[in-house]
């Protein structure tokens, strides 16, 4: 138990440590970030940081995850993982992340809020940073990996949504979802763009629509 824990709260200490994980992960990048940086940041030793996140993996697993719950409760679509148990004690990384899987395979794309997948990705994008390196981590710590099968889960949830709201059950569903999927994917890696989410959205979505209208035509 580390010396500097104190009688602060397990929650607000972790709360503290990805606060500043995520700042700077954004701004400086996750291999630039070293944990005893971040442990200075926090006004903590690097043993106290490691204490509650045994790895740098598991803090960007942990931020994602706290990320993510927040998309959700913001859209509506799902109430964010709980950062208690009903006995008041704080949850862990690993139970917030079954919490919050079980609330996005739960989600039904015909109840989804139009524009949520603009919202997600808008609130992504100033850490896309963040989100490259995912890939790369994913195939060294299992908690990343676990997060990237959620994200896929909760990206094609949202635009199923998106696509179902303008074509209805039209057999092209599928494939425009994928579409769609890839335009997600370029705006969160473009470092510059001159449509918001939303916009470069409904413009993909305008465009198929009159092709798939013309194709029905023809």
């Known amino acids: 138990m580390p010396v500097n824990r104190k ?15 995520a700042e700077m992960f ?25 204490y509650y996140f045994p790895s ?27 950062a208690t148990r009903a006995d008041g004690s704080p949850t862990t990384v690993a139970e917030r992340f079954d919490m ?22 808008e609130r992504l994008r100033p850490y896309r940073r963040v989100y490259a390196v995912v ?4 195939h060294a710590a299992s908690c990343v990996a676990r997060w990237h099968r959620l994200s ?32 997600e994917n370029g705006l969160l890696h473009e470092q510059e763009g001159t449509m918001s989410a939303a916009e470069l959205i409904e413009n993909v979505l305008d465009q198929v629509h009159l092709l798939h209208d013309c194709r029905a035509a023809g």
């Open 26 to 50: 954004r701004d400086a990048g996750f291999h630039e970030t070293a944990v005893s940086e971040l442990a200075r940041a926090c006004g903590l030793t690097a043993n106290a940081v490691t």
């Open 152 to 183: 896929h889960l909760l990206f094609g949830t949202l635009i199923t949504a998106d696509v179902e709201r303008r074509f209805g059950a039209a057999p092209a569903a599928g494939p425009l979802a994928v579409a769609v999927a890839l335009v």
């Open 7 to 21: 009688a602060v709260p397990r929650a607000e200490r972790e709360a503290l440590i990805l606060d500043r994980a």
């Open 100 to 121: 919050l899987e079980a609330a996005v395979g739960s989600l039904d794309p015909a109840t989804g809020r139009p524009g949520s997948l603009a919202v997600l990705i």
């Open 56 to 82: 740098k993996d598991m803090i960007l697993a942990a931020v994602l995850e706290r990320w993510t719950s927040a998309v959700l409760e913001e859209v509506g679509l799902a109430e964010a993982a709980g």
């Open 135 to 138: 890939h790369e981590r994913m």
